[in-house]
């Protein structure tokens, strides 16, 4: 499951759940990316032990203020690594409205 809306200048995480069937414990590897709105460059990436925990069957985000200051819309996705060292295609994907916060 993903987020729909972040908020700017304001820490906050999320949950990433498996529901194939496999644990999370089965990928080497994950990362959560945002993206600029039409920009390939990610201006914020999130790691496995660098922004991103495992938690129950969970991948557990978190974003912290300093992360995202601008408002606005951008994309995001989260991507997780086999044992095979292959990026298998993203668990989600998709625009995320980043709330102004005053």
Do not use: W
Not at 52 to 67: M, P, R, S
């Amino acid at each position: 499951m993903s987020c729909e809306d972040l908020f700017q200048n304001s820490d906050q995480e999320f949950l990433t759940a498996i529901i194939t069937g496999e644990s999370v414990t089965s990928f080497i590897a994950a990362k959560y990316e945002l993206f600029a709105q039409f920009s390939n460059k990610p201006i914020l990436t999130k790691t496995l032990d660098n922004g991103i925990v495992v938690q129950g069957n969970a991948f557990n985000t978190t974003i912290e203020k300093a992360d995202v200051t601008k408002a606005g819309m951008y994309y995001h996705q989260f991507t997780v690594t086999n044992q095979l060292n292959q990026e298998l295609p993203p668990i989600f994907s998709g625009h995320v409205k980043i709330k102004e916060v005053r």
